[in-house]
């Protein structure tokens, strides 16, 4: 009877189900499965510098990562010893260089991104990479990375380096060193073509008509028959580059500007006959806008324009450049800044109704030049 009881009260407690659960007849309970978000893979973080970066290093920089927001300014100094000497962009229609009158002697450059142009629509949208050649040689490596935030972006890069000791491992490697003072003494094949020369002082009503400095002609070894001067390419480059010196000696001289032309006005100075063959003449070009300006990269451009009745242009005929010289870097014009071009050109034979002319323009309306006449200051 004890027996019977037990098994009754076993078989009850087996056929009531568990609190909180139903159980359904053929089938068995199933746990209760709770699925976890995936959460979005987070882009790697480019590994930049930002605000103000101190890079020291001996002989052989690595490369120098720098965050650059857009309407930035980033300066990068460098030590007193040495100086600028070239750039090597990797793409100028991103990045830019202030031009600088004095830039073969400076201790910075200063670096911006470039705004969006036709070239490049995007602006300054991704990475780029340029490289920084000093009067050393060493050649120093940057990475800019855009960046939206401002305080991730670099405005001030100081570098840090012996000149003696980069010397030192470039002519133990066999590389070229002091290039400014190697690329002055280069031997010339002929003579040189111009020496600038003060002229004496004269009175106060010619001081405001003269130049202060001018170039003489001293010697000119050109192959008058073929009308070339290959044979003069480096004395022609110190002729140029002398005039582009005097000519920011005395900005002053630059008096007489023209209306500007999207953007761009010129004023020249007083060409410079240096025999029957040759002309050369510097101009200078302001960039009147607010914003950076890009010249096309074939001008200036030198021609003649034959006038009609009512003073009509009727012919424009293009003058053959022999050489020319500029101040300006990647043929950009940074916001209210001026740049000369030094210009070595075949002289011509001019009618009456003929003027002689440089013209200018920018990559965005290239095919409306601003232009200076030459004529006036012939005669």
């Known amino acids: ?57 001996d002989t052989n920089p690595n490369l120098v990562k720098l965050g650059l927001v857009e309407n930035g300014v980033l300066v990068i100094e460098f030590p007193e010893s040495d100086s600028f000497f070239r750039w090597h962009g990797g793409n100028s229609n991103m990045v830019y260089i202030d031009d600088s009158p004095t830039k073969r ?27 920084i050649q000093m009067t050393s040689g060493l050649v120093i490596p940057f990475l800019l990375y855009p960046t939206s935030e401002p305080a991730k972006s670099a405005y001030r890069c100081v570098l840090r380096y012996d000149r003696n000791k980069v010397i030192a491992s470039r002519q133990a490697a066999g590389l070229a060193t002091n290039l400014r003072e190697a690329e002055a003494t280069k031997p010339a094949e002929n003579k040189v073509i111009a020496q600038t020369t003060p002229e004496k002082e004269e009175t106060k009503a010619d001081v405001s008509l003269t130049p202060k400095l001018t170039l003489t002609p001293v010697s000119l070894e050109i192959d008058t028959h073929a009308k070339k001067i290959s044979g003069n390419i480096s004395a022609a ?21 023209t209306p500007p032309i999207h953007g761009l006005t010129l004023s020249s100075g007083q060409p410079v006959q240096l025999d029957e063959h040759f002309r050369m003449v510097v101009v200078a070009a302001r960039n009147a806008t607010s914003d950076p300006l890009r010249v096309v990269s074939d001008h200036p451009d030198v021609f003649i324009e034959t006038l009609g009745d009512k003073n009509k242009p009727l012919q424009v005929e293009q003058i053959k450049k022999v050489q020319a010289e500029t101040t300006t870097i990647n043929n950009t014009l940074p916001a209210g800044t001026t740049v000369y071009y030094a210009l070595l050109f075949e002289a011509p034979i001019l009618g009456a109704k003929q003027h002689l002319k440089v013209a200018i323009g920018q990559v965005d309306a290239a095919d409306e030049p601003a232009a200076t006449d030459l004529t006036r200051k012939s005669h």
């Open 105 to 131: 002697t400076d201790h910075f450059i200063v670096l911006r991104p470039a705004p969006p142009s036709k070239e490049n629509p995007g602006g300054f949208n991704a990475p780029v990479e340029i490289s």
């Open 1 to 57: 009877m004890r027996r019977a009881i037990i098994i009754g009260m076993v078989l009850s407690l087996i056929s009531v189900p568990l609190l909180g659960q139903t159980v359904h007849k053929g089938k068995t309970p199933q746990k209760r499965v709770v699925s976890k978000k995936k959460e979005p893979e987070s882009k790697p973080k480019a590994d930049f510098l930002g605000g103000e970066v101190t890079v020291s290093f």
């Open 237 to 257: 480059n110190e002729l140029l580059k002398n005039a582009l010196a005097n000519a920011i000696k005395d900005q002053k001289a630059f008096k007489n500007w």
